[in-house]
């Protein structure tokens, strides 16, 4: 039995306009100690379906689906109290915005000390103490003093290691961390890459990354899962998914990132914006920016299937899974991709670069 | 002026902020002065895209600024076209904004949440009475599909479009004025990397199409490659390097910029080079280090000549050194400035921790071997480690900084040619390279 099983998470929004399903029939599991990714570009239903792990989406959203089950059970049926025992003991979550997720008008410490004095861990001088050794465990120099900082007086980097202590505070098995690094500096974004790879390794703590950014999940992931659109498109061990891409999506990242060295005159870029959240494309839903899509993307939904042997994927099963019609066989002329390592010298950078055929590289206008 | 002169030129360019904007603080003189740039010689030539790359804090936001003349430096000049514009009257200047433009960091908050789209776009235009009136409409709905709008979207509100598409109207905004020079500052931060490409194509596009020159502020070294032409690196307000990308990636460079290259991750999980990770934040600019301001941080910082040190050994010391200081300016127990107890001790160890406190144990605190190869250094760190140990923190402090002065604290470095070869001049501002320079 896998630490976090989510099977078939759909999770609607009702606005206005219309139902938005932000999730949509979503299934995986993490191992404990695994560090596992979800990508995707904004509104692709990262965020979503990490509040949804612990319950948190509010009103005027809604899980209308699935069960997410921790060590078994499903956390979505669990009583009040139960639930309030679960979030933060055993599953923790770092939250987007470092300096909104902070309350202003507590120290450091104090919002620390909090988190274990609900929970009973510690209180009193032994939560103090603990909290002084958290702060410096995700390394932050001069931990006696920081503890009576304000998070205003913390730069952003110090209030992203911050939260990473709050979320620790009561030795999580799995900690969610919602784009952990975005808006930071690549040296302090370095710094806390270091971290979290120590915390997988020397804590067994099991990490579910959430980032757009493909080059921290090469850096530290063990498996990655692609959403686009609410759904899965493409899931896999992080070596295949960057040097075997099955999802002309993932193709279409990786190629978008601007890299040292490659003599690129211009970014290849997916065309089209991402798709309307309240009628998405009938088929595949990344049809209408797909440089290889045929008549039947958009008439049928391709489903998650082993690319290997195109026969149903399993939510159990750690094998490369993708949801392209390339993968069963019905696309005529196959994915025209193909990716490159380049190995320019023995020091430096090897590296995927999908591309090459036509269709690829053209913009939106 | 003539075909070589740069379009835009800053010589010794200074801004200094002050905190004592209160009436107490000014009669009690405690304002403390923030030196965001301090002393930036800068060229653009026509046609041309400078890269500006520096962690959040190093004064790129202020340099941009001062370019475009929305500040006043403290000292220096910016020229354009060969006019300085400190020089320039009221009139002048309004002028001076149809040619230089600013594209700013967060699009949203850049844009009026209240104008519909088109009269963001339009305002520039009858601010300048660059097009009449009637024909302003046609204007906009060109300005938008050059920037790869549709002309509707010039009735919609800013909310209505995503972030990208945000920075697109910002675009086209500053395009309104037919500027020369536009200043992007950190234009595609914000964005997906799919919708930063594009961004980044377009701007590429734009300046085929109109000649125009860019200052491209970011802190992603990896966008600044693909965009510049040239490249200047910025550390605590000065300029420590400047090349072109070539020279600047495939040469010799400074370790700063070694270290911000190598901490951009690689989107290869099999990728195993060595990253520098640099210690800590980037220090106050309310007082900056001394000599090259990189020296707190610098992993290849110069040993005093003296001794036969290793550089990462004196790292440490230096390290220890710049810890001892603080623990001394503060008082109180030098422990808690120092990396005390050593990371990684568990909480039972650091309650101990006052019977291990020794001269061995600090060293393994910061990374020194127990013995020190060159005789001389390790007798005067011993010595200076005993009197720490033994609660003389002043003694050890004053011992360490006599014995163990880089040139890298004492002397601002000189930016130093070291290849002029290229079609651009590189230059970098380290004794590493200054050392070499003279010897030549």
């Not at chain 1, 932050?140 to 920081?146: E, G, K, N, T, Y």
Request: net charge negative; hydrophobic share 35%.
């Amino acid at each position: 039995m896998a630490l976090l099983e989510v099977e078939n998470l759909t999770v609607q929004f009702y606005t206005e306009d219309g139902v938005v399903r932000a999730v949509d029939g979503l299934s995986y599991e993490i191992e404990a100690g695994e560090t596992f990714a979800i990508v995707g570009e904004s509104g692709a239903g990262k965020s979503v379906a990490s509040l949804s792990l612990l319950d948190l989406v509010g009103r005027p959203g809604e899980i209308v689906d699935g069960e997410v089950r921790f060590r078994g059970r499903n956390v979505l049926e669990l009583p009040r109290e139960e639930l309030r025992r679960l979030r933060g003991n055993d599953v923790a979550i770092v939250f987007q915005d470092s300096q909104a997720a902070l309350d202003p008008v507590y120290t450091v410490g104090e919002q620390i000390v909090e988190t274990m004095r609900a929970h009973e861990v510690a209180s009193g001088r032994e939560a103090r103490e603990r909290a002084i050794a958290l702060l410096e465990r995700v390394g932050i120099a001069d931990a006696q003093s920081r503890y009576s900082d304000y998070p205003h007086e913390l730069s952003g980097g110090i209030a992203q290691r911050v939260l990473v202590a709050v979320g620790l505070s009561c030795e999580p098995d799995l900690l969610i961390l919602d784009e952990p690094t975005t808006g930071l500096d690549v040296t302090i974004q370095a710094q806390l890459l270091e971290l979290l790879e120590e915390l997988a390794s020397s804590f067994e703590t099991a990490i579910q990354l959430v980032t757009h950014d493909l080059g921290v999940v090469a850096e530290c992931c063990d498996r990655v899962l692609v959403m686009y659109g609410g759904r899965a498109v493409e899931r896999a061990p992080v070596e295949e998914l960057f040097y075997d891409p099955a999802h002309p999506y993932t193709a279409g990242l990786l190629a978008s990132i601007p890299r040292i060295g490659a003599d690129r005159e211009r970014l290849p870029s997916l065309p089209g914006g991402p798709p309307n959240p309240i009628q998405p494309p009938t088929g595949c839903r990344f049809h209408p920016r797909c440089p290889y899509a045929e008549e039947v993307c958009a008439t049928s939904e391709p489903d998650l299937v082993e690319t290997e042997t195109g026969t149903a994927a399993d939510a159990t099963r750690q094998d490369h899974v993708a949801a392209c019609h390339e993968h069963t066989g019905d696309l005529e002329d196959g994915l025209g991709y193909a990716v490159r390592v380049v190995d320019d010298s023995p020091d430096a950078t090897r590296g995927t670069s999908p591309g090459g055929s036509s269709g690829r590289g053209h913009d939106d206008r | 002026m003539t075909g070589d002169d740069p379009l835009l030129r800053a010589e010794g360019l200074e801004k200094r902020f002050t905190t004592s904007d209160g009436l107490l603080e000014r009669l009690l003189g405690r304002g403390e002065t923030i030196r965001a740039v301090d002393g930036v010689d800068l060229e653009i030539a026509e046609g041309e895209t400078l890269g500006l790359v520096g962690e959040s804090g190093c004064g790129k936001t202020t340099l941009g600024r001062l370019l475009v003349g929305l500040d006043e430096p403290s000292a220096g000049s910016v020229v354009y076209r060969g006019r300085d514009l400190a020089t320039l009257d009221r009139r002048e200047r309004r002028e001076l904004r149809t040619n230089v433009q600013y594209v700013f960091q967060n699009p949203l908050a850049s844009l009026n949440p209240q104008l519909p789209v088109g009269d963001i776009v339009g305002e520039p235009l009858a601010v300048h009475d660059i097009v009449p009136p009637d024909r302003r409409d046609d204007r906009i709905a060109d300005l938008l599909e050059t920037v790869g709008l549709e002309p509707s979207a010039a009735n919609r509100y800013p909310r209505e479009f995503s972030g990208g598409q945000c920075q697109r109207i910002a675009i086209a905004r500053a395009l309104a004025v037919e500027p020369e020079v536009l200043v992007c500052d950190e234009p595609v931060t914000a964005l997906d990397v799919s919708v930063q490409a594009r961004i980044l194509n377009l701007l590429s596009e734009l300046q085929a199409e109109f000649g125009l020159s860019y200052l491209f502020v970011s802190h992603d070294l990896s966008v600044v490659e693909h965009v510049a032409d040239r490249i200047a690196v910025m550390y605590l307000g000065r300029i420590v390097e400047r090349g072109s990308p070539t020279q600047l990636f495939e040469g010799d460079s400074h370790p700063y910029t070694e270290a911000l290259l190598s901490a951009i991750p690689e989107p290869d999980p099999c990728w195993e080079g060595d990253r520098i990770v640099l210690e800590g934040d980037v220090p106050s600019a309310i007082d900056p280090p001394s000599g090259c301001q990189f020296h707190t941080r610098c992993p290849k910082v110069i040993p005093p000549s003296a001794y036969d040190l290793e550089c990462e050994v004196f790292r440490g010391v230096m390290d220890l050194r710049l810890d001892l200081a603080d623990a001394v300016a503060d008082g109180g127990d030098p422990r808690e400035a120092l990396r005390w107890p050593p990371a990684g001790a568990t909480n039972a160890t650091a309650i101990d921790a006052d019977s291990t406190f020794t001269a061995g144990a600090i060293k393994d605190a910061y990374g020194i071997p127990r013995t020190l190869t060159d005789e001389d250094a390790e007798a005067a760190l011993t010595e200076a480690l005993e009197a720490l140990a033994a609660g003389d923190a002043e003694r050890a402090r004053s011992r360490l900084s006599r014995t163990f002065e880089s040139p890298c604290e004492t002397d601002r470095p000189d930016p130093q040619v070291v290849d002029d070869s290229g079609d651009a001049r590189h230059r970098i501002a380290c004794h590493r390279f200054y050392d070499r320079a003279t010897r030549e």
